[in-house]
């Protein structure tokens, strides 16, 4: 079964910085682009960026755009996250999954910033 496995979320104070990673299982890795997405209390899920099979082309959303870095390392089956200037605004839970979603959500990984 095609799964993925986020890590590295945290309490943070703002204008700290985390890294995200996820671990997919091969299949799922090796054939699709894959993105990572958030879900704030009382919102909707959203797509922050994503990241094409070869690493070629990323898309971040104006949300983030500067302070985010999605990248992916094919040989380990990972896709991190790095998260800089971190905003209380950026609380939420963390997400990675195909893009668009194709796989069963993980568990995700808990981001808090405190003010």
């Known amino acids: 079964q095609e799964q993925v496995v986020e890590s590295g979320g945290g309490l943070v104070q703002a204008g700290g910085s985390l890294r995200l990673s996820c671990a997919a299982s091969?299949?799922?890795?090796?054939?699709?682009?894959m993105g990572w997405f958030r879900q704030a209390p009382g919102k909707e899920r959203e797509l922050v960026a994503d990241i094409i099979s070869n690493g070629g082309y990323t898309y971040t959303a104006d949300s983030v755009k500067g302070r985010f870095t999605i990248s992916r390392d094919n040989a380990k089956n990972t896709v991190y996250l790095q998260m800089n200037s971190l905003k209380p605004e950026d609380t939420a839970v963390y997400y990675c999954?195909?893009?668009?979603?194709?796989?069963?959500w993980g568990q995700g990984a808990q981001v808090t910033v405190s003010s």
């Open positions: 999954n195909t893009s668009p979603p194709k796989v069963r």
């Open positions: 091969r299949h799922t890795f090796s054939t699709y682009i």
